[in-house]
């Protein structure tokens, strides 16, 4: 078996992945309205429950019997009639190998939304020192920037707990021509798109500026969460369990209950970073205060 030895966000990434033994398809697209959501998957694996905070025995042995749990690392590509908007980046290892697969070289990427900027979201925005996508407009949360470019936060940071700063900074740099910082709406709010049929809104926690988009085409919404959930198999039955790379974890658990319990209301399916293949699918109520969720097929 392949071993892929990942350090992901910021270093802070604490699992080694092992490549699970069933090789899924790296590209799954789905309608909605008169557009097209595709996954573009870069790695599956089997993760750590270590990364977990406030994950009991109990939960482990019921939801992780095997002492890991599923993950993956996605990015998405919306295609509309006339664009093609990139969702997160991942690491950028497999990112224009699954473009290609649809067709679209990285040129012809013309919006790239940011839902926070880890390095498994932001890895594919270089090539080297260059913009891995010279025609694209970027967009970026407000908060989120002010966190990764404030220098007080730097400062306080450990010096080899930096890199994650430092590499957000490229990116911004690169990107500053193209460069469109929004101010997401609270959940519920009346939409104010940021582009037409895409909504920014907070979910502050996981980082300061954590954003997810919903997408809104011929009456059709999906949200796409970034990393509302890292651990589905137990964060579904459980959303107060976090992460350990949370920068707030409180904020964050906040943050995905209120989610899960406006995409299950309003039967708004959902699509998700490190969700596993197909990285989209449709949330339903569970039994007490979790959820299940039903992959699309
Ligand atoms: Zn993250």
């Known amino acids: 078996m392949k071993r892929l030895a990942t350090k992901l966000c910021l270093g802070l990434w604490l699992l080694s992945a092992v490549a699970s033994?069933?090789?899924?398809?790296?590209?799954?697209?789905?309608?909605?309205?008169?557009?097209?959501?595709?996954?573009?998957?870069?790695?599956?694996?089997?993760?750590?429950?270590?990364?977990?905070?406030?994950?009991?025995?109990e939960i482990l042995k019921t939801y992780a019997p095997?002492?890991?749990?599923?993950?993956?690392?996605?990015?998405?590509?919306?295609q509309t009639p006339d664009k093609n908007i990139l969702f997160d980046t991942g690491m950028g290892r497999k990112l224009f190998d699954n473009l290609a697969t649809l067709g679209v070289a990285a040129e012809k990427i013309d919006i790239v939304m940011i839902t926070h900027m880890h390095g498994d979201h932001i890895g594919g925005m270089l090539k080297g020192d260059d913009k891995a996508f010279p025609n694209a407009d970027v967009y970026l949360p407000q908060p989120e920037y002010d966190y990764w470019t404030n220098p007080e936060i730097i400062a306080q940071t450990p010096?080899?707990?930096?890199?994650?700063?430092?590499?957000?900074?490229r990116v911004i740099e690169s990107y500053k021509d193209r460069l469109h910082l929004f101010v997401p709406d609270r959940l519920g709010e009346k939409a104010q798109p940021i582009l037409p049929g895409i909504q920014?809104?907070?979910?502050?926690?996981?980082?300061?500026?954590?954003?997810?988009?919903?997408?809104?085409?011929?009456?059709?919404?999906?949200?796409?969460?970034?990393?509302?959930?890292?651990?589905m198999a137990i964060q579904m039955p459980h959303p107060e369990v976090a992460v350990t790379y949370d920068?707030?974890?409180?904020?964050?658990?906040?943050?995905?209950?209120?989610?899960?319990?406006?995409?299950?209301?309003?039967?708004?399916?959902v699509a998700g970073m490190h969700i596993p293949f197909p990285g989209m699918g449709q949330i339903k109520k569970a039994e007490g205060t979790g959820y299940n969720f039903i992959p699309f097929q």
Not at 34 to 49: D, G, I, R, V, W
Not at 66 to 78: K, R, W, Y
Not at 201 to 225: D, N, S
């Open 21 to 57: 033994a069933q090789e899924l398809p790296s590209v799954f697209t789905y309608p909605i309205g008169n557009c097209t959501l595709s996954l573009l998957c870069e790695s599956q694996q089997k993760a750590n429950p270590g990364i977990l905070i406030g994950a009991s025995e």
């Open 66 to 78: 095997d002492g890991t749990f599923p993950n993956a690392m996605n990015a998405f590509l919306l």
């Open 200 to 231: 920014g809104i907070a979910a502050y926690g996981h980082t300061p500026g954590h954003t997810v988009f919903l997408v809104e085409t011929e009456k059709r919404k999906l949200l796409i969460w970034g990393d509302l959930t890292h651990a």
């Open 247 to 269: 920068v707030h974890p409180e904020d964050a658990i906040r943050a995905r209950r209120e989610i899960l319990e406006y995409v299950e209301k309003y039967r708004i399916p």
């Open 159 to 169: 010096e080899n707990r930096r890199g994650g700063f430092h590499n957000a900074i």
